[in-house]
């Protein structure tokens, strides 16, 4: 019982420094990656994008001379300088800003379901990295045996006990493991190259992978309806608020909007008359009003967002329904990948069993190195069996993950 709670407690201090280091990998892509700052960079557009909307209409300044002097009782106009500044109706900069604000919102959601995606891309890789280190652990440490039997099978050649065939078939079961080690090797190459290329790193900078790769003892407690409020649903509520705020700027728009100015006029002196205000400029303050009269743009805009609504929602639901199939896929293929993992560990046990067989018949001179091939075959068959278990166990609980969280 002690000693059962020893190996507990190191299998979960090695599944949680093993979640440590993952953790560490995906905090250092979100913070590296090229494609995130990319999100990021648009997102602060959007941003800057607010303040743009918050600027009223350019200030109009006009300025006009008389090249022939028109004559008025106190005297030549001689030029017309005009100024005009054009103020929308009261709410509509608000009414902007807010729409600028709901679209730089979308944008964020959209950093969040970057950031995901690509801790679900690292983590994929990196259980596979793992899975490739795993199996060449696996592969090496069945040449050592196979090595062992090797040895055991020249004593027999040399005693009439086997014959040389035997040796030639084990060496030949070695070369063909020392092959899928090497093509393990650049398939593990190539993965730590698309790794690093997450991180924005070094293609060929080492990756540091655990050794040991198992699953653990119990699934994590999946809560329904988590992935209505997965950011890859949420984005569509974002964008929805979006248009409700460009109906209410399309409202606002509708609505006149109002010019402030003035009008000044230089007057020369009369030189054949003294008369009260000889000469006097003169300043006319101005009041505009734009009215839209015609309201048909403004109707088919606000049929175009209507009808933007009803998309979005179908899309919505469209993406729902996606992210629900693939979670009910994920926790199947997790599902399955814990029954493939069991049986495999039983069947390991048994062919383990039969390898102790063999090797006591060995003492009695009735050993038979096809059988010793056979049980090694099928022994290795298990083992890599079991790693594309476990790669495949932690491959599902990332996408998991990825929606649920």
Not at 124 to 131: F, M, R, V
Not at 357 to 363: A, H
């Amino acid at each position: 019982m002690r000693y059962n709670s020893i190996v507990l407690y190191a299998f979960l201090v090695s599944a949680f420094a093993k979640a440590q280091q993952l953790q560490s990998y995906i905090n250092e892509a979100q913070a590296n990656n090229l494609e995130i700052r990319a999100v990021e960079m648009r997102h602060h557009i959007s941003q800057e994008k607010v303040n743009e909307a918050d600027g009223i209409p350019n200030t109009e300044i006009s300025l006009g001379y008389f090249v022939s002097e028109t004559e008025t009782r106190v005297g030549a106009q001689r030029a017309r300088i005009g100024v005009k500044q054009m103020l929308p109706w009261f709410g509509t900069i608000t009414a902007r800003k807010n729409y600028a604000t709901s679209l730089a919102d979308a944008d964020y959601v959209q950093i969040t379901i970057a950031k995901r995606q690509l801790a679900l891309s690292v983590s994929q890789t990196y259980y596979k990295l793992g899975s490739i280190k795993a199996k060449r652990a696996v592969l090496n440490k069945n040449i050592e045996l196979l090595k062992v039997y090797e040895q055991l099978a020249l004593t027999a050649v040399t005693v009439g006990k086997a014959n040389a065939v035997d040796v030639l078939k084990l060496q030949i079961r070695i070369n063909e493991l020392q092959q899928q080690i090497d093509i393990l090797e650049e398939a593990f190459k190539e993965s730590q190259s698309y790794f690093n290329n997450l991180l924005n790193k070094e293609v060929a900078k080492p990756v540091d992978i655990s050794d040991v790769m198992s699953i653990p003892l119990n699934d994590v407690e999946l809560v329904d309806g988590s992935i209505n409020v997965n950011p890859e649903i949420l984005k569509y509520d974002k964008l929805y608020e979006s248009v409700v705020q460009a109906e209410v700027l399309n409202k606002r728009e509708g609505l006149p909007s109002i010019g402030l100015g003035f009008n000044y006029l230089p007057v020369s002196d009369r030189t054949d008359l003294n008369i009260v205000d000889n000469g006097k400029d003169i300043f006319m303050p101005m009041v505009t009003v734009s009215i839209p009269l015609f309201h048909k743009k403004y109707n088919s805009i606000s049929k175009q967002n209507e009808l933007r609504q009803q998309e979005i929602e179908l899309k919505k639901r469209e993406r729902l329904n996606v992210l629900n199939t693939a979670f009910a896929r994920a926790r199947s293929q997790r599902n399955k990948a814990r029954i493939v993992y069991e049986t495999l560990d039983k069947n390991l046990k048994q062919a383990h069993d039969a390898e102790e067989i063999l090797i006591k018949n060995y003492e009695t001179g009735t050993i038979d190195f096809k059988d010793v091939l056979d049980i090694q075959e099928l022994q290795l068959k298990f083992k890599i069996d079991q790693v594309n278990a476990v790669e495949n166990y932690y491959a599902q609980s990332a996408v998991i993950n990825y929606l649920t969280n």
